[in-house]
């Protein structure tokens, strides 16, 4: 049975549309990927130390990540010495299942919303400017609004000039209600936008921050402030506290990760513009490195290419999707 004959029997149960979004909008990191690794295994018929640091190159230069790499080339040679494994494509299927090992890890991995037993859920957005947090926001409120829910967005962000504006745009585009003031207190236009959404039952809130990173000291201050307020207001909230990352900037999103994990709570990562990348492999090494799961992944420009990620689907994308053929 052929590598894509496999990943068809996985996918069997899954809809066509689910799996294009992905073989599509992983097209530049697949292309770059499958590529090099199709050339190194005409080049190397057999596997060898020469082929092993040829494979280590291509999956750095995915950006998976050197550390990462370093610790999953260990794991191929464990498993090519323990199984007989000579030839270089019979390689293609341990990597594939080492791929999903490195990410699974033996978590329990929950990539979809946690949502509170009583309305409202509230979902907090954290990550720096320009990494298309708002309009993350924007996608998963469509989303949210197609489930039949009821919606509020929060403009948190009272720091970046243009903000509020962008969230306003996004609710008349979406036809979802937004919260906003003309304060400079993001506190303050949380705390109103929490108490509409209890007053009306709403399922829903969204709330957008501030992006700034900076300057740590205060914007950990402001986040405890605002984590806070939204206690008080919505036991056991915020329920989610999603940092958004461009896929775009590499092992710089890493960085990024590092600096909030350390500065607030963080449930899950939306990775934005991954169709963006010649680099998708920061999946990898963000889940490797920061241990937070990655819930969406954005692939494409319109509101329903923010996918809810899969690893499964993940890799088959990474592998080049349909265009095996």
Same mark, same amino acid.
């Given at each position: ?71 999953? *080339?260990?794991?191929? @040679? ?7 494994? &000579? +030839? !270089? =494509? %019979?390689?293609?299927? $341990? /990597? ?71 969230? *306003?745009?996004?609710? @008349? ?7 906003? &003031? +003309? !304060? =400079? %207190?993001?506190?303050? $236009? /949380? ?71 350390? *500065? ?14 010649? =680099? ?46």
């Amino acid at each position: 049975m052929g590598l894509f004959d496999k990943f068809k029997q996985i996918f069997s149960n899954s809809s066509k549309k689910e799996l294009e979004v992905y073989s599509e909008g992983m097209q530049k990191t697949s292309k770059e990927f499958v590529n090099r690794i199709s050339l190194l295994n005409r080049k190397y018929k057999k596997v060898s130390d020469e082929y092993f640091e040829e494979l280590e190159e291509i999956f750095i230069m995915a950006d998976i990540g050197v550390k990462t790499v370093m610790k999953f *080339i260990d794991k191929l @040679k464990k498993r090519v010495k323990s199984e007989n494994i &000579s +030839d !270089s =494509k %019979d390689l293609m299927d $341990v /990597i594939i299942d080492e791929m999903f090992i490195l990410y699974v890890n033996n978590d329990i991995i929950v990539n979809k919303i946690n949502y509170a037993d009583t309305n409202p859920t509230v979902i907090l957005f954290v990550g720096v400017n320009g990494v298309g947090k708002t309009t993350s926001i924007g996608k998963i409120a469509h989303r949210l609004k197609k489930q039949n829910k009821k919606v509020l967005l929060v403009a948190g962000d009272t720091f970046r000039a243009g903000a509020v504006e962008q969230i *306003i745009e996004w609710g @008349k585009r979406i036809d979802c209600e937004v919260v906003y &003031s +003309d !304060s =400079k %207190d993001a506190s303050s $236009v /949380i705390y109103d936008g929490l108490t509409k959404a209890k007053n009306e039952n709403y399922d829903v809130v969204l709330i957008d921050t501030a992006g700034r990173l900076q300057n740590k000291i205060n914007l950990m201050n402001e986040l405890d402030k605002i984590n806070r307020v939204i206690g008080k207001l919505v036991d056991g909230a915020p329920h989610e506290t999603l940092l958004v990352i461009d896929a775009t900037t590499g092992q710089n999103g890493i960085s990024q990760a590092k600096s909030f994990k350390e *500065i607030t709570n963080i449930t899950g990562i939306i990775l934005t513009k991954l169709d963006g990348t010649a =680099k998708g492999g920061i999946v990898l090494a963000i889940k490797e490195e920061v241990s937070i799961p990655v819930k969406f992944v954005g692939l494409g420009e319109k509101e329903e290419d923010l996918a809810v990620f899969d690893i499964e689907k993940y890799i088959y994308g990474l592998f080049g999707g349909e265009n095996e053929k």
